[in-house]
T-cell receptor, first 110, second 111 residues
């Protein structure tokens, strides 16, 4: 089955690290993605990881993939108020569409 | 390249009316997708095109919904006899390889 799960909320202090977690079900997914959505806007692709990798780093973003447990995480270092948004993870099964989680609302306070 | 463009950004319609949305993908992107997003949820897949061919349709796409991509460039999504449950953000995305880029969406409100 296709199901992607995320926790609903995360609140962090400015300057701290944020870790957003995601579990997925389709082990045949080739790529796993993280998107950011600000209020009233479309989705912005942040980063993605190929399924045969276990880590990818891109500036302040670190993606960890545990394929055995079907667990994906996004770590944002030195979180800023501008990082406040909803973060979606998505899996991409061979059918080529994206299956999204329900999103994690990240709130950054001073 | 201006990214994926969707029109209109907002649409308010009365129940029972037909509406049509347009999506202009990034040029040379051969794949185009439509998703629907309701409040508090992630986007849900509706349908996808490779060039002008519609390759997959979700069960969410009732017979009141139809999508076209006649020349393999822009696409339209039409909803006939709109219902209040159709109120949502309709998102379009395009890609060529691994990265899918989304438009700003069309927010539909059915009153």
């Amino acid at each position: 089955g296709e199901d992607v799960e995320q926790s609903l909320f995360l609140s962090v202090r400015e300057g701290d690290s944020s870790v957003i977690n995601c579990t997925y079900t389709d082990s045949s997914s080739t790529y796993l993605y993280w998107y950011k959505q600000e209020p009233g806007a479309g989705l912005q692709l942040l980063t993605y990881i190929f399924s045969n990798m276990d880590m990818k780093q891109d500036q302040r973003l670190t993606v960890l993939l545990n394929k055995k447990d079907k667990h994906l995480s996004l770590r944002i270092a030195d979180t800023q108020t501008g990082d406040s948004a909803i973060y979606f993870c998505a899996e991409s099964p061979p059918t080529d569409k994206l299956i999204f989680g329900t999103g994690t609302r990240l709130q950054v306070f001073p | 390249d201006t990214g994926v463009s969707q029109n209109p950004r907002h649409k308010i319609t009365k129940r029972g009316q037909n509406v049509t949305f347009r999506c202009d993908p990034i040029s040379e992107h051969n794949r185009l997708y439509w998703y629907r997003q309701t409040l508090g949820q992630g986007p849900e897949f509706l349908t996808y095109f490779q060039n002008e061919a519609q390759l997959e349709k979700s069960r969410l796409l009732s017979d009141r919904f139809s999508a076209e991509r006649p020349k393999g460039s822009f696409s339209t999504l039409e909803i006939q006899r709109t219902e209040q449950g159709d109120s949502a953000m309709y998102l379009c995305a395009s890609n060529r390889n691994t990265e899918a880029f989304f438009g700003q969406g069309t927010r539909l409100t059915v009153v």
